[in-house]
């Protein structure tokens, strides 16, 4: 049988007495995440492309970064930091704040024309999308702490609350952590399902965080009708020397960043194709 959030609580606190945990993962989505009806040349819909990001961030950081965040709501003037209120100059600055900060970043971006006959095996149900796109995220996750020889015990996950079905996220992955199908889902061995809870912005601060980076994968991919053909990697660029990255080469791909499940899948505007396949993360070693 597998623990209930209240036992995962408990047991955690048996390992880790008086001691909070070293990392938190903040998590949230750009794009709409709906699969029936998606928007081409032809009529509207769903965005094509969506996009999830998780920033994780040393729990001794934490206060010291929701405070980072205040001063920046006062220096704009608003009440908060999602970036669909933002200029884009702002969430330039915005990413400058996140680039000085300690923090590793995971993305993933997904066209949703390649889900061929799974989006009809689910049904063409958005919530398993979303929580299929999180696994993705989690696997990569998974691979840092793997990577820095952290166990699961060290990580709590908190997703933007957007009304999706996060109990049968925590199945997906406690099932997925059973049977081990593949390299990706054996890093997620590293994170325990029952640390995964959502909370509203409003209630986390540090979820602007993930939004910011959410949002400007997406801005990357975004052919909306207001994207007037530009597609702007501005963003990412300010921040991609957070990027979980290969320590060696420095290349992100299937490390910080998944594309599902290559770049070629994507279909990308070739300046953008470029633009990532010569990411490069200086520095990706350290944590």
Same mark, same amino acid.
């Given at each position: 049988?597998?623990?209930?959030?209240?036992?995962?609580?408990?047991?955690?606190?048996?390992?880790?007495?008086?001691?909070?945990?070293?990392?938190?993962?903040?998590?949230?989505?750009?794009?709409?995440?709906?699969?029936?009806?998606?928007?081409?040349?032809?009529?509207?819909?769903?965005?094509?492309?969506?996009?999830?990001?998780?920033?994780?961030?040393?729990?001794?950081?934490?206060?010291?970064?929701?405070?980072?965040?205040?001063?920046?709501?006062?220096?704009?003037?608003?009440?908060?930091?999602?970036?669909?209120?933002?200029?884009?100059?702002?969430?330039?600055?915005?990413?400058?704040?996140?680039?000085?900060?300690?923090?590793?970043?995971?993305?993933?971006?997904?066209?949703?024309?390649?889900? &061929?006959?799974? /989006?009809?095996? !689910?049904? =063409?149900?958005?919530?398993?999308?979303? #929580?299929?796109?999180?696994? $993705? *995220?989690?696997?990569?996750?998974?691979?840092?702490?793997?990577?820095?020889?952290?166990?699961?015990?060290?990580?709590?996950?908190?997703?933007?609350?957007?009304?999706?079905?996060? &109990?049968?996220? /925590?199945?997906? !992955?406690? =099932?997925?952590?059973?049977?081990?199908? #593949?390299?990706?889902?054996? $890093? *997620?061995?590293?994170?325990?399902?029952?640390?995964?809870?959502?909370?509203?912005?409003?209630?986390?601060?540090?979820?602007?965080?993930?939004?910011?980076?959410?949002?400007?994968?997406?801005?990357?991919?975004?052919?909306?009708?207001?994207?007037?053909?530009?597609?702007e990697t501005r963003y990412v660029a300010e921040i991609k020397d957070k990027i979980f990255a290969d320590p060696k080469s420095g290349d992100p791909l299937k490390w910080g960043i998944f594309p599902i499940h290559s770049w070629c899948d994507l279909k990308l505007n070739e300046e953008v194709l470029g633009f990532f396949k010569g990411l490069r993360v200086e520095k990706a070693n350290t944590s």
């Open positions: 049988m597998g623990l209930t959030w209240n036992m995962w609580q408990l047991q955690r606190d048996k390992i880790v007495v008086g001691v909070t945990l070293n990392y938190t993962l903040f998590v949230d989505e750009s794009g709409q995440s709906g699969i029936t009806k998606i928007r081409d040349e032809m009529r509207g819909g769903a965005s094509p492309y969506m996009t999830m990001a998780g920033v994780l961030i040393p729990n001794s950081k934490l206060v010291e970064y929701r405070l980072d965040l205040q001063r920046l709501v006062d220096e704009f003037g608003k009440k908060d930091l999602h970036c669909s209120k933002l200029n884009h100059v702002q969430i330039v600055r915005f990413a400058k704040v996140l680039a000085s900060c300690r923090v590793k970043i995971f993305a993933v971006i997904s066209r949703k024309e390649t889900l &061929g006959e799974y /989006r009809e095996e !689910i049904g =063409k149900n958005d919530k398993m999308y979303y #929580n299929k796109c999180a696994q $993705y *995220l989690l696997e990569r996750v998974g691979r840092f702490m793997a990577t820095h020889d952290l166990k699961e015990e060290h990580l709590e996950v908190i997703f933007e609350d957007g009304g999706f079905d996060y &109990g049968k996220l /925590r199945a997906l !992955i406690s =099932k997925c952590r059973r049977t081990l199908r #593949n390299a990706g889902t054996e $890093y *997620l061995r590293y994170v325990n399902p029952y640390s995964i809870q959502a909370k509203a912005k409003g209630e986390e601060p540090l979820l602007q965080f993930a939004d910011l980076v959410a949002h400007g994968f997406f801005k990357c991919v975004d052919d909306g009708p207001s994207s007037f053909g530009v597609f």
